[in-house]
């Protein structure tokens, strides 16, 4: 043995160690693989560099662009979109079927640009189940390589041995020779992976944004936040829209979907309709609906109790703000109508006399006219002031006059247990939460007018409410709602290619610092849902309406991303994830498909290169602004396209000192005469050795000469040895550098280099024994 062989054995031997330990990144460990090369001379400086314009390179690279096009314009959605239904399924279920779905797309289209395609979906679906990305990613891989040559135009290794066979004046194989050997292989490929494979899969994922987005859960405890709630049959909330429903006033809660008979609803809108049997996940503290649950805090008296009190009492009366007033310009709650002159405002019409349906973001302005209600001393008083002008007091024939905007005065008994009995006025949020203002209190017989904020309710109280029914039937309908279920799980399905999450800061240059949401009017303004306020190093989810905002505030918003993406381009907002913040291109959807139709059959079809192919199209993505160029940098995996490039010298290394050469030759006249199925596994067991290693290309031009060489020394059929030289070097699953569709899927699933170890020795072994038992078989050693 010479000193150069001893020399790379050594190299090899060192990287194996490396990879191995994991105590250096694998490009790294390649990149060293690469130096070392060079400078003892095994590889001249063109080799050595000849990796970074190496054909399979360039593919990779391209195949990640135009698999970011797939992914920018919603396509790689939608073919991933049945795996989605799977979401709920086992894991057993979501790998059997997402390695049948790979294999059989192996089967058509070339092996990384599948892995490419599904990446994306893959990913999402691990999402949305709940589990790690490394659950299901190298499955997919695996799917990917089983199902890759169905055919003899579908790898590499396939058409490399066909051209050798006509090169020797053989009969080349035919296009399906191939499915036989490989559907048994794959059957028992996914056999393995469902029975005994998945246990040696890691729990781990690496991935940069599903690690933020983790982040973002733990930071915010999203998992204990989110919760579902069912709108049982007759309910006073069915035929209500969420916005009438309260849910977001009283109980802090936001609606982030709706599961309405197995259609999810994310995101929906204040306008939604709700139906019996509506399933709500939501998002805010369970407390406050666990507080309010199967309790009658209020009973509603006969109106007969109250009507003489309030007719001694209490007058309606009609005025207009008139120019210039104090009233001018303000909201109902900055007016202190209540507060300082306890007075109610029982209905507002703007000067055209159109009722104003939310009096509470409504500013007066000069012509409006206003229905109030209290005594008589106290509106008076009003008119006195200049407050407003045209006080005219109403009698009994004119209460209705103003519908839309009427409110009735209705008695409510605080009983014993109430949740309200011991808090003041502003605690209790009858006014903010429901609508319902508390214009007296009936106690001991006496009657308290407009009683202050901090006035403590008591049990036996009987509050006078102004409002209507309708409001208090929300209460009752609150009442009845109770959580079905609270799971990690949950928040893995609020997201889609249309509904994101994500953080948003306040910029430097805001102007909005001490506005409020409510004035800002977030929701109405930008269609998305604040769900928490990271303030000071924890999270604040009620009352956000009404919190000032401060600079440091993170605000945790979730919605379309159209509307997440013009938040983006608002100067007052940084939003800190930009991929969330990406709403997919669909118009750009058909020009997607037709660029990667067109790579794809040109390279089926022999017209280009699949490089070429593959490059084109990458640069069609770009012109067709499928994506830009920046984000075409940002698909590709760096550290993928180094290793590749840095290991592939190696190759050139091997063959250079003879060393694949020798140990073939030895190894299959070790076992020559042991009879055909020993030559077969002796064949196999040196090819697919080097696979782990060694180009899957480079080691079928390495290995065809030996195999039709022994084939003639040993009387064996060519067909047979040339077929498991095909099949071996297709069997590269035992390390990460045996294939670009495990070196695709390493950095998103967090792999190290013995989980490849651990998954793909068995199957390789599988596939040996799968291949020695049936290739003698189907391609009879002796004609």
């Known amino acids: 043995m010479g000193f150069e062989i001893i020399l790379l054995l050594g190299i090899v031997f060192s990287a194996f160690v490396l990879f191995i330990g994991g105590w250096l990144r694998v490009d790294l460990v390649g990149l060293m693989v690469l130096s070392a090369l060079a400078l003892t001379g095994l590889v001249t400086p063109a080799e ?81 189940s709940g589990r790690p ?229 409504h500013r007066m302005a000069p012509g409006d006219h206003l229905i109030l209600q209290g005594e008589k001393a106290a509106l008076e008083a009003l008119s006195h002031n200049k407050i407003v002008s045209q006080l005219r007091f109403m009698s009994s024939d004119h209460m209705e006059m103003p519908a839309p905007g009427q409110m009735e005065l209705m008695p409510v008994r605080v009983p014993e247990g109430s949740v309200l009995a011991g808090h003041d006025l502003i605690e209790s949020r009858l006014g903010n939460a429901f609508g319902l203002t508390v214009a007296g209190i009936v106690r001991d017989s006496g009657l308290i007018w407009m009683p202050a904020p901090h006035e403590v309710i008591q049990a036996g109280d009987l509050l006078l409410l102004q409002g209507s029914f309708h409001d208090l039937e929300v209460l009752q309908g609150l009442q009845d709602l109770d959580i079905t279920k609270q799971s990690a799980r949950l928040s893995a399905e609020l997201e889609s290619q249309q509904i994101g999450a994500t953080e948003v800061l306040l910029s430097p240059r805001t102007t909005l610092a001490g506005r409020s949401l409510a004035s800002l009017m977030f929701r109405e303004r930008y269609g998305i849902s604040v769900l928490a306020v990271w303030r000071k190093g924890r999270a604040f989810r009620t009352g956000l309406q009404d919190l000032p905002l401060q600079f440091g505030d993170a605000l945790l918003v979730y919605g379309q991303r159209r509307n997440l993406e013009a938040l983006a381009r608002d100067p007052d907002f940084l939003v800190l994830d930009e991929t969330a913040a990406q709403a997919p291109r669909l118009e750009k959807a058909r020009i997607a498909v037709f660029i990667m139709l067109a790579v794809i059959l040109s390279a089926i079809l022999g017209l280009v290169p699949i490089v070429i192919a593959a490059l084109a199209g990458a640069t069609c993505m770009v012109l067709a602004k499928c994506l830009s ?127 490849y170890v651990k998954v793909g020795v068995p199957i390789t072994i599988l596939s040996l024994v799968v291949s020695v038992a049936l290739l003698p078989v189907l391609w009879p050693p002796y004609l």
């Open 48 to 128: 050595a560099l000849a990796g970074f314009s190496s054909p399979a390179v360039v593919t990779v690279w391209a195949l990640f662009i135009l698999s970011a096009g797939l992914t920018r314009t919603g396509i790689a959605h939608q073919l991933g979109q049945p795996l989605q239904r799977l979401v709920q399924g086992s894991e057993i279920t979501l790998i059997m079927v997402l390695m049948i779905f790979a294999s059989l797309l192996s089967a058509l289209i070339n092996t990384v640009t599948v892995a490419a395609i599904l990446l994306p979906s893959t990913m999402e679906l691990a999402r949305r």
């Open 133 to 361: 990305p490394s659950r299901l990613l190298m499955p997919l891989a695996l799917g990917c390589l089983l199902g890759g040559p169905f055919t003899s135009i579908s790898t590499p290794p396939n058409i490399l041995v066909t051209d050798a066979l006509r090169n020797a004046g053989l009969t080349p194989f035919a296009i399906f020779d191939f499915t036989p050997i490989t559907g048994v292989i794959v059957v028992a490929g996914i056999a393995f992976m469902v029975l005994i494979g998945r246990h040696l899969l890691p729990q781990r994922s690496e991935d940069a944004e599903t690690g933020y987005h983790k982040a973002i859960g733990a930071s915010y405890q999203l998992d204990t936040h989110i919760f579902t709630t069912r709108i049982p049959k007759g309910s006073p909330l069915q035929g209500r829209t969420l916005k009438e429903s309260r849910l977001g006033s009283a109980l802090y809660l936001t609606v982030l979907a709706i599961r309405r008979k197995k259609i999810m609803m994310l995101a929906p809108g204040p306008d939604q309709v709700l139906e019996p049997e509506d399933i709500l996940i939501v998002h805010g503290s369970p407390d406050h609906l666990q507080r309010i649950h199967a309790s009658h805090h209020l009973q509603i008296e006969s109106p007969d109790e109250i009507r003489d009190l309030v007719s001694q009492h209490l007058f309606m009366s009609h005025a207009v703000v008139h120019d210039p007033s104090p009233l001018s310009g303000v909201t109902l709650e900055d007016s202190g109508l209540r507060r300082e002159h306890r007075v109610h405002v029982v209905a507002l019409h703007t000067g055209d006399q159109k009722p104003v349906k939310d009096l509470r973001l």
């Open 629 to 755: 160029m920046e984000e075409a940098y940002r698909a590709i995996e760096w550290k993928v396209v180094f290793l590749i490039a840095a290991m592939l010298p190696l190759g050139a290394a091997i063959e250079n000192t003879g060393a694949a050469q020798m140990g073939a030759s030895a190894l299959i006249a070790a076992v020559g005469d042991m009879g055909p199925r020993w030559v077969v596994a002796a064949l196999f067991f040196i090819t697919v050795l080097g696979t782990q290693i060694i180009p899957t290309a480079a080691l079928v031009v390495l290995m065809a000469p030996v195999a039709l060489s022994a084939s003639a020394a040993l009387g064996i059929s060519p067909h047979l040895l040339m077929m498991t030289v095909a099949i071996s070097a297709s069997s590269s699953f035992a390390s990460p550098l045996s294939h670009p569709a495990h070196l695709l899927v390493m950095g998103p699933g967090g792999y190290r280099f013995m989980d």
